[in-house]
């Protein structure tokens, strides 16, 4: 199996201060985002899924990670289950075609209610996913499900709260030791 993870999705993982989303269901914060994300990747890991990391989602989540980012990339590039994906050539040839059926159609955004430069976005992890064989996103964006048709996109509201929470390598951010390291 391979999935992807989008930049959201990344932020709640891997940077412990972002505020998870609000659950639609509930109106409320989505309680123990982070732990569900951990349980997945672990549940991922354990049956040798691989999770694919668009370089656009990259790009957004390097933005909150601000000058810790180079840290963060060691992190995931030290993670077998992760795998950091170009948007090269043939990227770009699929989210054209995404963007010109959109065109054809008479609604650039196809339906997507974000700005422009969002939508692009979307459509470049869309197409980096397609491409290395995804069959799922993970993403809180309401306008990735419209970008990703025939792609299953997951929200971590939809995953479930796992009894305990799992250490993953990544559990401290990084620039930050613990009492051992120190």
């Not at 309680?31 to 990747?41: I, N, P, T, Y």
């Not at 993403?139 to 995953?159: F, H, I, T």
Request: glycine share 6%; charged share 25%.
């Amino acid at each position: 199996m391979i999935v992807a993870f989008d930049a959201d999705i990344l932020c709640l993982l891997l940077y412990p201060s972002i505020t998870p989303p609000i659950d639609p269901g509930t109106g409320k914060l989505v309680e123990r985002a982070r732990a569900r994300l951990q349980h997945l990747v672990t549940e991922l890991e354990a049956s040798r899924a691989r999770i694919v990391v668009p370089a656009p989602a990259l790009a957004e989540f390097l933005v909150v990670a601000g000058d810790r980012g180079p840290d963060y990339i060691r992190v995931i590039d030290r993670q077998a289950v992760f795998r950091i994906e170009p948007f090269d050539t043939a990227a770009a040839i699929e989210a054209a075609a995404s963007t010109r059926m959109a065109l054809s159609r008479g609604d650039k955004k196809a339906g997507a209610t974000g700005p422009w430069q969002c939508v692009k976005v979307d459509r470049q992890i869309v197409a980096v996913a397609r491409l290395r064989g995804v069959t799922e996103i993970y993403s809180n964006d309401s306008d990735m499900r419209k970008m990703a048709s025939g792609l299953k996109v997951v929200s971590v509201w939809e995953l479930p709260a796992p009894q305990d929470e799992p250490a993953l390598p990544f559990d401290d951010e990084p620039g930050r030791h613990s009492e051992e390291q120190q």
